[in-house]
Structures are given as structure tokens and as C-alpha cells.
């Protein structure tokens, strides 16, 4: 069974930075895609980063250049790294996961698992 828990999330000023994490079991990262999604309030969860299982990355036009994803398989830890944050960041950041590569990668229902969140304000 596979389970993702996220952390690192918190308030910050625009033009700050934060690192997402996110603790995966129950899976090897080498068959398995990862990507980060983000949901503010009345919107609809939105594809920010994508990471395939050969270490290909692809982000939305949004964060290109600012947020980048990696891995950590030793530790079993997804990342998001979050620079030059701006008040539109604001949102709860999920990880998912789901197997193979995933094409698209944007649309939520490609995904299996997810994790609960955790709330990034940019204020």
C-alpha cells in the first residue's frame, strides 16, 4: 500500500522560498512517477511539477524557472524546491504518485495516491 505524507509547507513573503518534501513507503521510485499539484480556495487542483521515473522533469508555465522537483531515492523523499514565491503560490501542495510514465501528467484522475497537504502562504 502506498502512502505519501508532505511537509515543509508555511507562511513566507513574496520573493522567499520553502521546500516541499514528501515521504513515500510502499513503492519504489524507479516504477513510479511522482508530480506535486497545489488547490486554492474555489479553484480547481492544478498540475505544478512532474517527475518521471527516469528523472525527466516537466512544470506548468506558472512556476517554470522558479520550482524545481527532485528525488531523493535513498531516502525515499520527493522535493519541490520554491523560489521567488509569489502571492499566486498560495495553495495546498499535494503530492501524488502513480506507475509508469504518465501522459499527460497534468490531469489529477492519471493519479493513484496521494498525500494530505501541506499549506503554502505567500503573504
Known amino acids: 500500500h502506498v502512502q505519501l505524507v508532505e511537509s515543509g509547507g508555511g507562511s513566507v513573503q513574496p520573493g522567499g522560498s520553502l521546500r516541499l518534501s514528501c515521504g513515500a513507503s510502499?513503492?519504489?521510485?524507479?516504477?513510479?512517477?511522482m508530480a506535486w499539484f497545489r488547490q486554492a480556495p474555489g479553484k480547481e487542483r492544478e498540475g505544478v511539477a512532474y517527475?518521471?521515473?527516469?528523472?525527466?522533469?516537466d512544470y506548468t508555465y506558472a512556476v517554470a524557472g522558479r520550482f524545481t522537483i527532485s528525488k531523493d531515492n535513498a531516502k525515499d523523499t520527493l522535493y519541490l524546491q520554491m523560489n521567488n514565491l509569489k502571492p499566486e503560490d498560495t495553495a495546498m501542495y499535494y503530492c501524488?504518485?502513480?506507475?509508469?510514465?504518465?501522459?499527460?501528467?497534468?490531469?489529477?484522475?492519471?493519479?493513484?495516491?496521494w498525500g494530505q497537504g501541506t499549506q503554502v502562504t505567500v503573504s
Open positions: 510502499g513503492h519504489t521510485y524507479s516504477s513510479y512517477s
Open positions: 517527475l518521471t521515473i527516469n528523472g525527466g522533469t
Open positions: 501524488a504518485t502513480a506507475q509508469g510514465y504518465i501522459d499527460p501528467w497534468f490531469p489529477r484522475a492519471n493519479y493513484n495516491y
